[in-house]
């Protein structure tokens, strides 16, 4: 094979779509530790988590893509190639498709009506196609629903995905590193994501960990 065909290694790509459940702060704070780590990172942001995000948090953020590419750049401190920033109905960036989608995709949080759009294959915005083409090309994805409680029909849709091979990670966080803060939850709950993205994270010690 002639070397002129094969491309240099690239960073670590990753999907992160933030939803209209409550917990935006886990979305937020994944997408920091994931530019701190030298990640490439896609993030799609639904109308609903819009409002989630003015309502639950401090941060001021545009509805409109390139200006919210730009406002996180500048909050995460990011290279200028770092974010990229897609609009719910834009078919043409590279997550909408298998050949241009990273390995990796997580939506946090993941509504209860996300869940079901992709376990149904629904696609009928960018974060649910994103979501299908992962699954469809067998890469990874991790949704953090964040509900309670569930009815028989949310925990189908669960075991529908899981069987395709996504994961389901409840934003359950765990009180035995003796939280101090919600900061402190928040990272215990990003921090089992990173685990699981294969990241060597260093916010929260794992159990038998000093």
Not at 78 to 86: F, L
Request: net charge neutral; with cysteine.
């Amino acid at each position: 094979m002639k070397k002129d065909l094969l491309s240099p290694p690239h960073r670590e790509r990753v999907t992160v779509a933030l939803t209209g459940a409550s917990g935006a702060q886990y979305g937020i704070r994944l997408i920091e530790c994931l530019v701190a780590l030298g990640c490439e990172v896609s993030v799609l942001i639904s109308k609903a988590a819009h409002v989630v995000i003015a309502t639950e948090t401090e941060e001021k953020f545009p509805a409109d893509s390139q200006k919210l590419q730009a406002a996180l750049l500048e909050r995460f401190h990011a290279d200028d190639d770092q974010i990229k920033v897609y609009g719910r109905e834009n078919w043409m960036s590279p997550v909408a498709s298998g050949s241009g989608a990273p390995h990796k995709m997580v939506v946090c949080p993941c509504s209860t009506g996300t869940l079901s759009a992709i376990a149904t294959a629904a696609s009928n915005n960018l974060i649910e196609r994103a979501a299908d083409v992962a699954l469809k090309e067998r890469r990874q994805l991790i949704l953090v629903h964040r509900e309670a409680p569930y009815h028989e029909v949310h925990l189908q849709h669960m075991l529908t995905l899981t069987r395709m091979g996504a994961l389901v990670m409840p934003a359950s966080p765990g009180f035995y590193h003796n939280p101090q803060s919600v900061n402190d939850m928040v990272d215990f709950i990003v921090a089992r994501i990173l685990d699981q993205l294969g990241f060597d994270q260093k916010l929260m010690p794992r159990w038998g960990e000093a």
